[in-house]
């Protein structure tokens, strides 16, 4: 079975300091991981998936399949990254999309 | 830009009662899905939906629910006779391929009295 752990229910920072929100899972296959980002009063979005690499709003998050994590990581924070941030693993190379996610961390950039 | 659209966006009923929640995805999308969240844990896969058909559908997912896509932009969830434990943020989500991204909608707070 897979599972998406995110140790942090909350995490503050102050504006400027560097973020990392931890993400750990359990999977024996080649997973695919998301990082899903909803702000207040918003819908679930895509923030970024570890296939494109990409760099998105300042936030990177690496692979990691020896330590089985996905943490992901802003060099300095903004008061707009307030938000709460999900992660998400799908299974697609056994044939499966669904998106399993984790409990969220909720982030707090202190002005 | 396209967005997933959901209806209502709060629906309170009685226990034992059907509820039908209504999802347009986005209009190339090809790949449904349903989740739930119930008040303070995780999102939940509940079903997934390609071809007119279930592809994928999760233990949660019992004889209760059901989804139709009953012309060429609706997607509903169908749940027969809530239970209290039913009350949840219920989302729709769509995506063209099976690895594209899941486009969310806004959800639907079901409340069951």
């Known amino acids: 079975a897979q599972r998406v752990t995110q140790p942090e229910k909350l995490l503050s920072v102050f504006k400027g300091a560097p973020v990392e929100l931890k993400c750990n899972y359990s999977?024996?296959?080649?997973?695919?991981l998301f990082w899903y980002v909803q702000y207040s009063r918003q819908r679930l979005q895509l923030l970024l998936r570890?296939?494109s690499r990409e760099s998105i709003k300042g936030f990177t998050a690496d692979l990691n399949k020896g330590e089985t994590s996905f943490h992901l990581k802003k060099p300095f924070a903004q008061e707009e990254d307030s938000a709460m941030y999900y992660c998400?693993?799908?299974?697609?190379?056994?044939?499966?999309?669904?998106?399993?996610f984790g409990k969220g961390t909720k982030l707090s950039v202190i002005p | 830009e396209p967005e997933v659209t959901q209806t209502p966006s709060h629906q309170v009923t009685q226990m034992g009662q059907e509820v039908i929640l209504r999802c347009v995805p986005i209009?190339?999308?090809?790949?449904f899905y349903w989740y739930r969240q119930i008040l303070g844990q995780k999102v939940e896969f509940l079903v997934s939906?390609?071809?007119?058909?279930?592809?994928?559908k999760s233990e949660i997912f019992d004889d209760q629910f059901s989804v139709e896509r009953p012309d060429g932009s609706n997607f509903t969830l169908k749940i027969r006779s809530t239970k209290l434990e039913d009350s949840a943020m219920y989302f729709c989500?769509?995506?063209?391929?099976?690895?594209?991204?899941?486009?969310f909608g806004p959800g639907t707070r079901l409340t069951v009295l």
């Open positions: 989500a769509s995506g063209y391929g099976t690895t594209d991204t899941q486009y």
């Open positions: 939906f390609y071809n007119n058909e279930i592809s994928e």
């Open positions: 209009s190339n999308h090809l790949y």
């Open positions: 999977y024996s296959g080649s997973p695919e």
């Open positions: 570890h296939i």
């Open positions: 998400a693993l799908s299974s697609s190379g056994a044939g499966s999309y669904q998106l399993t």
